[in-house]
Nanobody, 128 residues
Framework: QVHLVESGGGSVQAGGSRRLTCVAS????????MGWFSQGPGKERGGVAVIYTSAGRPYYADSVKGRLTISQDNAKNTVSLQMNGLKPEDTATYYCAANSGILWFAATLPPAAFFVFWGQGTQVTVSS
């Protein structure tokens, strides 16, 4: 089991920045991918950014490339999401996710179904 706790959400004006952090505990050595997913009002949960923790390889959704950056601190078992140039459409609950050790061989962002462990989410609200 892996326990995930997100922090860093809040309200920000368009063009502003937020940094989300996810702290993992438990059987973290078994996970190979951690990432961030967002779910806006009335929308399905979708991938934002994922990192292959063994190599630090990032994957990004096309809509966030150049604005959001995912990073990891293996010593602290944390994954962070630096969000710059925020837009009102970025308003959502952001969830941290971790997988169970299965490898992902595609070049695209792994889908939500690839992940087993989920945090409770942190809300980001971007006002215009």
């Amino acid at each position: 089991q892996v326990h995930l706790v997100e922090s860093g959400g809040g309200s920000v004006q368009a063009g502003g920045s937020r940094r989300l952090t996810c702290v993992a505990s438990g059987d973290t050595e078994s996970t190979k991918y951690m990432g961030w997913f967002s779910q806006g009002p009335g929308k399905e949960r979708g991938g934002v950014a994922v990192i292959y923790t063994s190599a630090g390889r990032p994957y990004y959704a096309d809509s966030v490339k150049g604005r959001l950056t995912i990073s990891q601190d293996n010593a602290k078992n944390t994954v962070s999401l630096q969000m710059n140039g925020l837009k009102p459409e970025d308003t959502a609950t952001y969830y941290c996710a971790a997988n169970s050790g299965i490898l992902w061989f595609a070049a695209t962002l792994p889908p939500a179904a690839f992940f087993v462990f989920w945090g409770q989410g942190t809300q980001v609200t971007v006002s215009s």
